[in-house]
């Protein structure tokens, strides 16, 4: 059984070349099989402790659940965490009851495996081709990627007494590459875990 994950969604870029909030997308010439932010506030699903729900932004780095079980719900970064993310965001769910759940972050605090990357961060290459998207660069398209995550894993937990428990994720890498720009010379493969959303 798989311990819970958050997901974000991307569309492709082929089909978000129109203007958004009056701005031009800079990617109106180029077709392929390219990822676009779906949103610029971002998206997002649960999916944890038997159940799912789609997950809303409220304000700031906090997120709500469409059915709201009361969890305090936020999104944050700190590359320094080194997960794979560009932005080295992760998610923190703490529950009514006050555990605090992980999802991304990568390394625990301390510990004897604190310091070990627990692989839970699966990513792909997405294009910000609107202003205010992430990686967005005025008129050139190829330079507007980032690495961003499309599925963040569970991986640690800590209760309201001290106790902690990590959770790794095997290491997986794919044969396939992503299209990037129509430049298979430049094609990166898939990182950790199954990198396709």
Partial sequence: MWPGY????Y????DDQDDIRGKAANNKNSFGGDLCWLKPEGNATISFNGRATELVKSSGDRWKGVSDDGSRIELLMDPSYDNGDTDGEYWKVTTT?????????SKGPAGASGATAT???????VYGNHPDEPGYAVGDFAASRTTQAWRWNLDYVADTHGN????????????????RTRMAARSPSHGAG????
């Fill in 6 to 9: 958050i997901e974000r969604q």
């Fill in 11 to 14: 569309k492709p870029c082929a």
């Fill in 97 to 105: 009851d006050g555990i605090q759940y992980f999802f991304g972050r």
């Fill in 119 to 125: 692989k839970s961060v699966w990513t792909v290459p």
């Fill in 164 to 179: 902690t428990m990590s959770h790794f994720h095997p290491a997986k890498r794919l044969a396939s590459t992503w299209c």
């Fill in 194 to 197: 199954s990198n396709a959303p």
